[in-house]
Structures are given as C-alpha cells and as structure tokens.
Nanobody, 125 residues
Framework: QLQLVESGGGLVQPGGSLRLSCAAS????????IGWFRQAPGKEREGVSC????????SYVDSVKGRFTISRDNAKNTVYLQMNSLKPEDTAVYYC??????????????????WGKGTLVTVSS
C-alpha cells in the first residue's frame, strides 16, 4: 500500500520549534518532489514549502521564510520540515504530499500524486 505518514506535530509555545517528518511506505521517495501544506481552521489549504527529488531546489511561502527549513533523507525515505520561531498563526494541520516531475530540480504545490493524512501543530501559550 502506497502511503505517506506525517509525524512530529504537537503543542508548542510561541517561539518554540518542532520538526515534522514525512515518511513513505510502499514506494521510494527518490524520484518524487515533496510538498508540505497546511490548513488552519476556517482557511484554505496552502503550500508551505517544497523540495525537489534531487534535494537541490527548495521553495518557501513568504510567511515561513527564514523560520522553516525543508530537507530530505532518501536513505530513510523521509522528508523533514524543521519549524523554528513558531507563531500562533502557524497553527494548522500539516500535510505532506508527493509528486513525480519530469526533472529532478522541480517542485511545486499542484497536481500531487500522494497525500498523507496530516499532523496537527498548535502554537499557543
């Protein structure tokens, strides 16, 4: 069964850090770009960050630049999202998704092939 599983969410105080993981089972992530998305209560889902299959290209939405870092470890079949200096507005369910592109430098937030079920991040004092 092909699936992505997110983990690492939880409750953290403003200014704190969390590291989210996105692990694949049933397939290898080597050829897939990965995107992290989030959906806050009452809001639409938005793309937060993505990384190409090679790991050489990354992208971040403006609101998380300088605070979040995406990385991947293909040997562990896992992609990470390190989140620092968290703010209450970062509270959301975070999802990872995978897409196979034609080129190993591409990544984005549309036409994803596989999705995880999400992990909740709550930033509150």
């Amino acid at each position: 069964q092909l699936q992505l599983v997110e983990s690492g969410g939880g409750l953290v105080q403003p200014g704190g850090s969390l590291r989210l993981s996105c692990a694949a089972s049933g397939f290898t992530l080597d050829y897939y770009a990965i995107g992290w998305f989030r959906q806050a209560p009452g809001k639409e889902r938005e793309g937060v960050s993505c990384i190409s299959s090679s790991g050489g290209s990354t992208s971040y939405v403006d609101s998380v630049k300088g605070r979040f870092t995406i990385s991947r470890d293909n040997a562990k079949n896992t992609v990470y999202l390190q989140m620092n200096s968290l703010k209450p507005e970062d509270t959301a369910v975070y999802y990872c998704a995978a897409r196979r592109y034609s080129y190993d430098f591409e990544c984005g937030y549309h036409g994803m092939d596989y999705w995880g079920k999400g992990t909740l991040v709550t930033v509150s004092s």
